[in-house]
């Protein structure tokens, strides 16, 4: 069932969202050659606790981190821990927010130091892809016509999307329906309506698209240890078209 948002609830996950982007631009600048993902786990919860929110992630389903940290050839769901980012590698951060119950969601893949000229076009091209998706979040659209936008501008350039990770709803759920699959043809699927709230975000990894699950049963690797990236917006479709809520 999609659950379709007030006026007064898409400004509640907009207060949420801010806080979130303050949060993810802080980790931006925080995440430099040496620091661990633990220690950016940290910075990130306090940073969120300090503004009267809660880590939407920490305990959902036993996760203990505050944020995802997944470098390099890692998808996706990185738990916080002892590894040191080091020049070069990228580190895809996803958070959650819960601000007066209602729950804003996004991620960034950030360059540490230098990073190679293959690493940055496929940053680009991820963050491209979900622009592109945003565009098709209006009403009359399908979810269809969002998937089939990432997938398209993610294949354009070489790459593949990730099939088994999708993206979602969300309102006072972290993951609400419809799916948001970062494939599929348009004009198929949910038909997008104002007040509905989805997560859109595109995984895209420069190999192929199989991911694999490891030991720890959390995170998500390419099955062939490409680099994958990762970005996210929580997004509106509104009367005026679509409305970013992860931003300042
Ligand atoms: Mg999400």
Request: glycine content about 12%.
């Given at each position: 069932?999609?659950?379709?948002?007030?006026?007064?609830?898409?400004?509640?996950?907009?207060?949420?969202?801010?806080?979130?982007?303050?949060?993810?631009?802080?980790?931006?600048e925080a995440a430099e050659p040496g620091i661990s993902t633990k220690e950016l786990d940290r910075l990130a919860e306090r940073?969120?606790?300090?503004?009267?929110?809660?880590?939407?992630?920490?305990?959902?389903?036993?996760?203990?981190?505050?944020?995802?940290?997944?470098?390099?050839?890692?998808?996706?769901?990185?738990?916080?821990?002892?590894?040191?980012?080091?020049?070069?590698?990228?580190?895809?951060?996803?958070?959650?927010?819960?601000?007066?119950?209602?729950?804003?969601?996004?991620?960034?893949?950030?360059?540490?130091?230098?990073?190679?000229?293959?690493?940055?076009?496929?940053?680009?091209?991820?963050?491209?892809?979900?622009?592109?998706?945003?565009?098709?979040?209006?009403?009359?659209?399908?979810?269809?016509?969002?998937?089939?936008?990432?997938?398209?501008?993610?294949?354009?350039?070489?790459?593949?999307?990730?099939?088994?990770?999708?993206?979602?709803?969300?309102?006072?759920?972290?993951?609400?329906?419809?799916?948001?699959?970062?494939?599929?043809?348009?004009?198929?699927?949910?038909?997008?309506?104002?007040?509905?709230?989805?997560?859109?975000?595109?995984?895209?990894?420069?190999?192929?698209?199989?991911?694999?699950?490891?030991?720890?049963?959390?995170?998500?690797?390419?099955?062939?240890?490409?680099?994958?990236?990762?970005?996210?917006?929580?997004?509106?479709?509104?009367?005026?078209?679509?409305?970013?809520?992860?931003?300042?």
């Open positions: 069932m999609i659950i379709r948002k007030s006026e007064a609830e898409i400004e509640r996950i907009a207060a949420a969202g801010r806080i979130l982007r303050g949060c993810l631009d802080m980790l931006t940073f969120i606790r300090s503004a009267g929110a809660i880590p939407t992630f920490k305990g959902y389903r036993g996760f203990p981190g505050s944020i995802c940290a997944s470098p390099n050839d890692m998808v996706v769901h990185g738990i916080p821990g002892a590894t040191r980012l080091k020049e070069g590698d990228i580190v895809g951060i996803d958070v959650g927010v819960t601000f007066k119950e209602y729950v804003a969601d996004a991620a960034v893949s950030i360059p540490i130091g230098e990073i190679s000229a293959e690493a940055r076009a496929l940053l680009e091209a991820t963050r491209r892809a979900l622009e592109m998706g945003v565009e098709q979040c209006r009403a009359g659209n399908r979810v269809g016509d969002i998937s089939h936008a990432v997938q398209t501008h993610a294949e354009s350039k070489g790459y593949s999307v990730v099939r088994t990770l999708v993206g979602h709803g969300v309102g006072r759920e972290m993951h609400e329906d419809p799916q948001v699959p970062n494939f599929g043809r348009p004009g198929q699927g949910p038909r997008l309506l104002e007040g509905i709230v989805l997560a859109i975000e595109p995984m895209v990894n420069a190999g192929g698209p199989d991911v694999e699950v490891g030991e720890d049963r959390w995170a998500v690797y390419t099955a062939d240890g490409s680099l994958s990236a990762h970005f996210e917006h929580t997004v509106a479709v509104t009367a005026d078209g679509p409305r970013i809520l992860t931003v300042c």
